[in-house]
């Protein structure tokens, strides 16, 4: 591949940079001197450099203590720049990492899975090649916060509160809902939100769901949990409706064990019921999990709760392995597409396919289509492209407090029916 020439002008505001030591892996004497001369533009300190991986790791042994940053080419002689960056995870020698390839982006994108998957990795981003100034900036800049000597570490488990404080927190009414939109993306309206629960811990300040939720799940406490986030998000609609917001419908999860209870299902009716609210204002969203856990008992309820007039939305569709064959077998009204074939759609092959036929499958089946995890303008015209109905993620907006919602609506009216329009 032709290597563009560099730049001729310098960075000026990168002096976070200087004295950081680096290496460049690549089999190319005439790539990796374009790369090192990125890196200098850049003001980065010792630069080292290496041919492949088996050289790299070389290198690395005799540094005193991990660099800052190796950035390495995929596709090389010897050791290869995957098992590069397994050596580099296991044996801690970077603090940071970026990996370059002018192969098939696919490539790319398992490193980027990798990442995901395991944070211990260090990995500010991926690039193709040729490698722009601009970019290589851009994913630097990610690594500022972290400082020159404190190495990404796997984030520790969270806390989980026990039976006994959760009991206590839903007496002394702890638990609320926070509510992220969802908008419609041809025309940028507000069609929903989702209620996301957070625990306002009066010690901890605010929790997400993932310091309790796993607490709850399997356990009786889950049924009085979930009908008191009901009950506060029924009086929410009530106050939106009486303050003259235009219809919204609110989506709810429903735990695995709640949607299997007979039992449940009649008590959750009853209380809306008695609200005054419309079935068709609320939304229920179930997993794959959920639904195969007790298969005929949660097929049996969905019906009910369809016959009354509800929403079912299946929750992060893609991620289980029956997925399609749930969908097809079971009442839903909203397919509900799972971040991870969302973010990063409009730069992977895989994601955007994968998107596409999800897409696809709730359009011919006549459901409506919600992609979560929408936090760029590239997947938001994506998504609009391929005729998905309804966006949430932090692009839009984050969750937030319902009395925030009006003001939300009104200060962003003009911004989300930009994007639509793409103006």
């Known amino acids: 591949m032709n290597t563009p020439p560099l730049p001729d002008t310098t960075v000026a505001d990168a002096p976070s940079w200087a004295g950081r030591r680096v290496l460049v892996v690549e089999d190319s004497v005439v790539q990796r001197g374009y790369l090192v001369g990125l890196l200098r533009q850049l003001n980065f300190g010792e630069i080292l450099?290496?041919?492949?991986?088996?050289?790299?790791?070389?290198?690395?042994?005799r540094q005193p203590s991990p660099l800052y940053l190796v950035l390495t080419d995929l596709e090389m002689p010897g050791m290869d720049g995957i098992e590069l960056t397994c050596q580099l995870r296991e044996r801690r020698l970077t603090e940071n990492l970026i990996v370059v390839s002018a192969r098939d982006p696919r490539l790319l994108e398992i490193i980027e899975n990798m990442a995901c998957e395991d944070t211990s990795m260090g990995l500010l981003g991926t690039l193709l090649k040729p490698v722009q100034l601009d970019s290589l900036t851009q994913l630097l800049c990610k690594a500022g916060d972290r400082g020159?000597?404190?190495?990404?570490?796997?984030?520790?488990?969270?806390?989980?509160?026990?039976?006994?404080?959760?009991a206590q927190a839903l007496t002394r009414k702890e638990f609320v809902p926070y509510f992220q939109p969802k908008v419609a993306m041809q025309t940028g309206h507000l069609k929903g939100v989702e209620a996301l629960v957070r625990w306002n811990h009066p010690e901890r300040g605010l929790l997400a769901p993932a310091h309790f939720i796993d607490t709850l799940e399997g356990h009786p406490l889950m049924a009085d949990f979930t009908i008191d986030m009901v009950q506060q998000v029924l009086e929410r609609i009530l106050d939106w409706q009486s303050h003259g917001l235009p219809p919204l419908t609110v989506s709810v999860n429903l735990s695995a064990d709640n949607l299997a209870d007979r039992s449940f299902i009649d008590r959750l009716i009853a209380q809306i019921s008695a609200s005054g609210v419309k079935p068709a204002s609320l939304v229920w969203e179930v997993t794959e999990t959920s639904v195969m856990r007790q298969l005929s008992q949660a097929l049996t309820n969905m019906g009910r709760l369809r016959l009354m007039g509800f929403g079912l939305a299946m929750d992060d569709f893609g991620i289980g392995y029956s997925s399609m064959q749930q969908f097809a077998r079971c009442p839903f009204t909203e397919l509900k597409i799972d971040r991870a074939f969302v973010n990063g759609a409009a730069q992977w092959p895989n994601r955007h396919m994968v998107l596409k036929s999800a897409l696809d499958l709730g359009q011919s089946l006549g459901v409506a289509t919600v992609a979560e995890g929408v936090e760029t303008v590239e997947d938001w015209k994506l998504l609009r492209d391929l005729g998905c109905d309804m966006a949430q993620g932090y692009l839009l907006a984050k969750p937030m407090p319902a009395e925030d919602l009006v003001g939300w609506i009104r200060q962003d009216r003009r911004r989300l029916r930009a994007l639509a329009g793409d103006e």
């Open 49 to 61: 450099e290496a041919g492949d991986g088996n050289e790299a790791m070389q290198v690395l042994e």
């Open 148 to 166: 020159s000597d404190c190495a990404p570490l796997v984030p520790p488990p969270l806390p989980q509160a026990s039976l006994e404080e959760l």
